[in-house]
T-cell receptor, first 112, second 113 residues
Framework: KAGVTQTPRYLIKTRGQQVTLSCSPI?????VSWYQQTPGQGLQFLFE???????NKGNFPGRFSGRQFSNSRSEMNVSTLELGDSALYLC???????????FGPGTRLTVL | KQEVTQIPAALSVPEGENLVLNCSFT??????LQWFRQDPGKGLTSLLL?????REQTSGRLNASLDKSSGRSTLYIAASQPGDSATYLC????????????FGKGTMLLVSP
């Protein structure tokens, strides 16, 4: 079956702009989690959505937000981009709860 | 707050060697532990998932063990191949019921022909 898909795969933005990233989970999965990966900090949890509700949130500023749709697809938005937001953004899907997580290929965001 | 540490940060071995990657975590109240592989610039590929009640899991040349009480897991790779070159990450899920994973920084493995 199809894996987790993320679009776009690459993005270049300038400081102050906003960006929206999309994640489509594996069919049947209702949980989508988002992570930011940088060389210095590694993988850090952003937020988790289950059945259109945010269930958990990491320690990131309010500029980072997300939502989930009724078909379980999820989007994350970053407003007022900063240079430090340059990272690989990964989403993961699962059936929900602490079950096995499956990751997408990521979106590489570069902020100039 | 859970902290996950992976040692070594980098490892270089000749093809054919057996090797062990280490992962330690500070809070033993985990639900499961998952090992991932990441190729440069790519997403994560799940390798093995060990539930907190299990001691080990095996998949092909990979064997992962878990000692929850001591906060340790190891990933054993038998007869390493150049295609095994990648970064290996371990991640733990706690008992909160959420899908949240706490990751280590990874071990970058290079297997030379």
């Amino acid at each position: 079956k199809a894996g987790v898909t993320q679009t776009p795969r690459y993005l270049i933005k300038t400081r102050g702009q906003q960006v929206t990233l999309s994640c489509s989970p594996i069919s049947g999965h209702r949980s989508v989690s988002w992570y930011q990966q940088t060389p210095g900090q590694g993988l850090q949890f952003l937020f988790e959505y289950f059945s259109e509700t945010q269930r958990n949130k990491g320690n990131f500023p309010g500029r980072f937000s997300g939502r989930q749709f009724s078909n379980s697809r999820s989007e994350m938005n970053v407003s007022t981009l900063e240079l430090g937001d340059s990272a690989l953004y990964l989403c993961a899907s699962s059936f929900g709860g602490p079950n096995e997580q499956f990751f997408g290929p990521g979106t590489r965001l570069t902020v100039l | 707050k859970q902290e996950v540490t992976q040692i070594p940060a980098a490892l270089s071995v000749p093809e054919g060697e057996n090797l062990v990657l280490n992962c330690s975590f500070t809070d033993s109240a985990i639900y499961n532990l998952q090992w991932f592989r990441q190729d440069p610039g790519k997403g994560l590929t799940s390798l093995l998932l060990i539930q907190s009640s299990q001691r080990e899991q095996t998949s092909g040349r990979l064997n992962a063990s878990l000692d929850k009480s001591s906060g340790r897991s190891t990933l054993y790779i038998a007869a390493s191949q150049p295609g095994d070159s990648a970064t290996y990450l371990c991640a733990v899920a706690d008992n909160s019921g959420y899908s949240t994973l706490t990751f280590g920084k990874g071990t970058m493995l290079l297997v030379s022909p």
